[in-house]
């Protein structure tokens, strides 16, 4: 199955970081995991991707698992407006995207 | 640079009708992707064009079509509009295909709905 499995929802308190998980066990070795975010009404936005090591942006972090098989989105310091729904990808299965249902994150003040 | 511009931004059509949705890509962007998104079944991909080819698509009947100009704008087409049609229909560019992990830049969608 190509799809990624993670929790429906997530809360956080503000100005703390915030760590969103995914698992994709049949992740084949040169699949990449992408994470998007949705605010909203617009439409998804690219948060971050990688391969095998762990990956930095301004964004957030991507955590990867050393079996590869899951991984770990990081904001480090959550505001407001980072309120969204998350979605973790595996490389683009088949030339075909397949978005999970998401995790919907909640920031409280 | 500006982003994707998908028009128009809302739109109400009849059982029947017909609709066309258009979708500029960022300037510089071969490949358009697009999807359609409900409460239900979420995020779903509709199809793929690149260099005026469609490359993959999913699983939406026939009514759903698409095509790709020269300058790399698309528009996607739904014949026989039913209710189930109702939704926010995302476009998506990137630099090259979704094969190569190019990061996808989206608009801010078309919201249909079917009466």
Not at chain 1, 64 to 82: G, N, V
Not at chain 2, 1 to 29: D, F, M, N, W
Not at chain 2, 34 to 61: A, C, M
Not at chain 2, 95 to 114: H, I, P, R
Request: glycine residues 8%; hydrophobic residues 30%; proline residues 4%.
């Amino acid at each position: 199955d190509a799809k990624t499995t993670q929790p429906n929802s997530m809360e956080s308190n503000e100005e703390e970081p915030v760590h969103l998980p995914c698992n994709h066990s049949t992740i084949s070795g040169t699949d990449y995991i992408h994470w998007y975010r949705q605010l909203p009404s617009q439409g998804p936005e690219y948060v971050i991707h990688g391969l095998t090591s762990n990956v930095n942006n301004r964004m957030a972090s991507l955590a990867i698992a050393e079996d590869r098989k899951s991984s770990t989105l990081i904001l480090h310091r959550a505001t407001l407006r980072d309120a969204a729904v998350y979605y973790c990808l595996r490389s683009y299965r088949d030339d075909k995207i397949i978005f999970g249902k998401g995790t919907r994150l909640h920031i409280l003040p | 640079k500006a982003g994707v511009t998908q028009t128009p931004r809302y739109l109400i059509k009849t059982r029947g009708q017909q609709v066309t949705l258009s979708c500029s890509p960022i300037s510089g962007h071969r490949s358009v992707s697009w999807y359609q998104q409900t409460p239900g079944q979420g995020l779903q991909f509709l199809f793929e064009y690149f260099s005026e080819t469609q490359r993959n698509k999913g699983n939406f009947p026939g009514r759903f079509s698409g095509r790709q100009f020269s300058n790399s704008r698309s528009e996607m087409n739904v014949s026989t509009l039913e209710l189930g049609d109702s939704a926010l229909y995302l476009c998506a560019s990137s630099l090259g295909t979704t094969a190569t992990n190019e990061k996808l830049f989206f608009g801010s969608g078309t919201q249909l709905s079917v009466l």
